[in-house]
């Protein structure tokens, strides 16, 4: 990937933070299964009130700091600080660490709140509140290697209708738009474009970070290389991300917009690996799972059309298992003829229900931004501030059929709670030095059960049963050794995050100590206990590596 001009990158320094990620949406309750009692005494942190501040800080009414998307995590902070400036953070951070290791207070970067196990919360600590910096200057280059350089507590969606003024957007996106930069940064940003472009942290160019010392740190490929691949995919445990330079690209006008069915999911992994693999494909690549639902097509036609109306109307799901692939190809009015030929002529090599083939045209940022038309009637619903139950996982090509058949086979053979994503990406295209861990084959897939549980059930539709029928598909997995990678992880002991990273452990450890070693920053996790000390055991090959990309 091509660098902006080199003046740019040493005469800049970066500003500003967010927090995380993704995809779909659907429906839910709202009782909470983790919950620590509200604490509203300030007594633990009275020197945050006497800090010279551009923004401000509060005490009081911050129960909402102890919310998120997920709803079931409930962790009560002393304080939300409201940031004005990269310094507020910067200093907030410096004074902490000045206090050394004994001190129990940490800090968390919230940026829209839309993690799901609490991992931008921090029990009687400080959270900070990173859409405070929403508003800054956000600067658009749109020279031969086009970028913009925006705060990591702006949305990715008011990116999106900044720089389509320029003709220009960001290469790869999440399903879901409403999130900020320095949240999906510290995780990867995945969806239909990852497999042409790689997930978002691929597309960065240079960042500015505040350590776990309080340090404002600018880093790149070539400038503090170490923090800048570390912090990357890094869940926010070796800084907080305050700006970023993200790549650009044209954008298109407008998107032509396809779904099809699959009775047998070996053909649509088959189709699903031809396209991310074909040149000459389409721009966004998904697919789903649907179990169990009747009258499935008459639902589409609100936005899509069928392609043989006549077909459509005698197609019947009788409650199987059925799989849509879901595409998408970018145009402008003056290709709309050659678009439609390549279109065609894709179509023709997939073995998708022929009945079911139904088609949409939408502006470029009517299909981008489509989760949150489902957002809003959520929301009217009384559905959205609910328990989401969400997992993700990253399962090799090679397991993928036996996943498949488990788990759409007999796990979740009588309904799912919400959307169940599935589609593969091309490694090739995702970076190997970022903190991310994936499966080590060259194609894998991404799954995700993105469940919501039904207000106050007790039945298949209630929380507890959706926990325990994740805990069966991660029980398989292990059970049947397919080598799956959680995205989003969340796990209870530091051993099952180290089996996690694997034998990027020692090296997940190292950065730790290196940036933030005593454990401040982004204690949701629950990867290091602050006061504890860290795993010190790190080889001279570890060390050796770190030195390589620094």
């Not at 009130?49 to 902070?77: C, M, T, V, W």
């Not at 993700?392 to 007999?410: C, R």
């Not at 926990?467 to 050794?481: M, P, R, S, V, Y």
């Not at 992880?489 to 020692?506: C, D, K, L, S």
Request: some cysteine; glycine content about 8%.
């Amino acid at each position: 990937m091509g660098m902006p001009p080199s003046s740019f990158l040493k005469g800049k320094t970066i500003r500003l933070l967010g927090f995380f990620m993704i995809l779909f949406l659907f429906f839910i309750p709202d009782k909470s299964d983790h919950c620590v009692p509200s604490n509203k005494s300030s007594s633990n942190i009275p020197w945050l009130e006497n800090l010279n501040l551009d923004g401000y800080s509060s005490f009081d009414d911050i129960e909402h700091a102890a919310k998120d998307f997920g709803n079931r995590y409930h962790f009560q902070p002393s304080a939300v600080l409201h940031p004005k400036s990269v310094f507020d953070i910067s200093s907030t951070i410096k004074y902490i660490f000045d206090m050394g290791s004994s001190s129990e207070i940490t800090v968390a970067a919230r940026g829209h709140g839309h993690s799901v196990q609490g991992q931008a919360q921090a029990h009687r600590g400080i959270v900070i509140n990173m859409e405070s910096l929403q508003g800054q200057e956000m600067r658009i280059h749109t020279g031969e290697t086009p970028y913009v350089d925006v705060s990591g507590g702006e949305l990715w969606i008011n990116v999106l209708h900044e720089t389509v003024k320029y003709g220009l957007a960001p290469k790869s996106w999440t399903d879901y738009l409403h999130l900020t930069i320095g949240g999906t940064l510290s995780n990867a940003g995945i969806s239909g474009q990852a497999f042409r472009h790689g997930p978002q942290i691929n597309n960065v160019y240079q960042m500015e970070v505040i350590t776990g010392k309080g340090e404002i740190v600018t880093c790149s490929e070539e400038q503090n290389t170490d923090l800048f691949y570390g912090v990357l995919g890094g869940l926010g445990q070796f800084g907080i991300i305050t700006r970023a330079i993200i790549s650009l690209e044209r954008a298109p006008n407008m998107v032509k917009w396809i779904r099809g069915l699959y009775s047998e999911f070996s053909k649509l992994s088959k189709d699903q690996e031809y396209l991310i693999s074909a040149e000459n494909s389409f721009d966004y690549i998904e697919g789903f799972v649907i179990i169990n639902r009747t009258g499935l097509l008459n639902s589409w036609r609100t936005s899509f059309s069928p392609k043989d109306p006549l077909k459509a109307n005698q197609f019947t799901s009788d409650g199987r298992v059925l799989y849509c692939l879901e595409i998408a190809k970018y145009f402008n009015p003056d290709e709309y003829d050659s678009m439609n030929q390549k279109t065609e002529d894709l179509l023709s090599e997939l073995s998708y229900i022929p009945s079911t083939l139904f088609t949409s045209e939408v502006s470029y940022v009517e299909f981008l931004d489509r989760v949150h038309v489902s957002e809003i009637k959520l929301r009217a619903k009384g559905l959205w501030e609910v328990p989401h139950p969400w997992m993700n996982l990253l399962i090799p090509k090679s397991k993928i059929s036996e996943f498949a058949h488990e788990v759409f086979g007999n796990i979740l053979s009588e309904r799912s709670n919400g959307p169940v994503l599935i589609y593969p990406v091309n490694k090739s295209k995702w970076n190997n030095r970022t903190s991310l861990i994936t499966p080590a084959e060259d194609i894998f897939y991404l799954v995700a059960f993105l469940s919501s549980a039904a207000p106050s059930s007790t039945g298949k539709d209630g929380l507890q049963y959706i926990l325990t029928q994740n805990q069966k598909i991660l029980d398989f997995c292990n059970k049947a050794n397919l080598e799956v990678k959680q995205y989003l992880p969340h796990y209870g002991t530091q051993e099952e995050w180290q089996a996690h990273f694997g034998p990027q452990w020692e090296i997940f450890v190292q950065r730790k100590s290196t940036y933030d070693p005593f454990a401040i920053l982004a204690p949701g996790q629950s990867i290091f206990k602050k006061g504890s000390s860290l795993p010190t055991t790190v080889s001279t090959q570890v060390s050796h590596k770190i030195n390589e990309v620094r």
